[in-house]
């Protein structure tokens, strides 16, 4: 790794030796996204190895140790924890207890991946993010939202020259039919001691618009729920819900600009997601599903075209430049924050943001009002 402050100029040692530096993992709780995304994408980098893993029934961490070959199955998450051996711990657990093994694995040392709702409060987001400070020799990550990666840095981009101009409006839409039949079956996320304030997407649209438009300054919300209990999965006993199906939220943002964004899971032949964002000097949409994103630009000669009443042509089709598109490399850059020292994202203070917002949604359902941000 060159220094950067000549071309002829030798590596430094201490750079050197942590560009090297082996990662030893340890996992708690080895649910599908561990499986699917991070046991694979741990594998492709050079000296990381998975050395325990630790789940909530032995016989499915004994199942995931035989396919990936890690040799030691543990029944306890702190004894994951306490190993010497390790100096990854990854936290792919159900909310509840993110907190607790977080900030218990940043004591003993070890760096953290946390699975995404980071938490079920902002207390406990904060929690974590004050553990996270505790030790800033550590690099502390959440696993981001992958929904809009493909387009995530263009729009970031373009949003900070001010492409767009002042930010007037942002709407998003989540819909789906996921909770559409009512004898589906009863799902972890649908409780509250579990989940927390945790709703469908919320934090992980919270995360990504955060990053683009900036916080919310006042939350105004309702939520619905049209099914109050499901199967359980296992026995077929109902079990309660307590999760909304359907929110909508509308506030104004630190900018000045109002948003409105709904989620829904009880809409059948819904379009997908979608973020519009509008400004003075144009409008950009982005289609989820696709990552086709649309920018129509306004000049301010065209200002009295564009007021006219009538239909419009939707804005055209704007090609990602290949050099940001952008992909999955989540456990490449935790690694690399690991060695080299580079900036994470989302981090512990990116999570208890939207954690603050997803928990502001939750309270002004409850409460009927108008909650204003940042909570106390």
Not at 159 to 168: D, K, P, Q, S, V
Not at 243 to 269: D, F, K, M, Q, R
Not at 295 to 320: C, L, Y
Request: proline residues 8%; charged residues 25%; glycine residues 8%.
């Amino acid at each position: 790794m060159q220094s950067g402050n000549s071309v002829g100029s030798q590596p430094n040692r201490s750079e050197e030796r942590m560009s090297q530096l082996p990662i030893r993992i340890g996992i708690v709780g080895a649910g599908n996204i561990v499986k699917t995304r991070h046991l694979p994408g741990f594998a492709k980098e050079d000296d990381v190895r998975v050395l325990a893993v630790c789940n909530r029934r032995r016989e499915t961490a004994e199942a995931v140790a035989q396919e990936w070959n890690i040799p030691h199955v543990l029944d306890d998450p702190a004894d994951v924890i306490a190993r010497d051996d390790i100096n990854v711990v990854l936290v792919g657990t159900t909310p509840y207890l993110h907190r607790d093994l977080s900030v218990a694995a940043l004591a003993a040392g070890k760096h953290v991946f946390c699975q995404a709702r980071m938490a079920r409060t902002v207390a406990e987001a904060r929690d974590m993010l004050a553990a996270a400070r505790r030790h800033p020799e550590q690099v502390s990550m959440l696993c981001p939202a992958p929904h809009v990666f493909t387009g995530q840095r263009f729009v970031s981009e373009l949003l900070a020259a001010g492409e767009l101009g002042e930010l007037r409006l942002v709407r998003l839409q989540h819909l789906s039919d996921a909770q559409l039949n009512p004898e589906a079956p009863w799902h972890w996320r649908m409780e509250r001691e579990i989940s927390g304030y945790n709703v469908m997407t919320l934090g992980i649209y919270a995360e990504i618009l955060q990053h683009w438009v900036g916080k919310a300054r006042t939350v105004n919300a309702s939520g619905r729920l049209f099914t109050e209990s499901r199967p359980d999965p296992v026995t077929g006993e109902p079990r309660p819900v307590q999760i909304p199906e359907s929110v909508a939220a509308t506030g104004e943002l630190e900018n000045g600009a109002h948003y409105v964004y709904t989620w829904s899971a009880v809409a059948p032949h819904s379009p997908g997601d979608r973020i519009e964002i509008y400004g003075t000097r144009g409008a950009l949409h982005y289609d989820v599903p696709t990552h086709e994103i649309r920018i129509g630009k306004v000049t301010p000669g065209e200002i009295v075209r564009v007021g006219k009443v009538g239909p419009k042509q939707p804005p055209p089709v704007v090609e990602i430049p290949p050099s940001i598109r952008g992909d999955w490399r989540v456990e490449a850059d935790f690694v690399r924050a690991i060695r080299e020292g580079t900036p994470v994202f989302p981090s512990f203070a990116d999570g208890a943001d939207y954690m603050e917002f997803v928990e502001a949604v939750g309270r002004a359902i409850e409460r009927g009002a108008t909650v204003t941000l940042p909570l106390p």
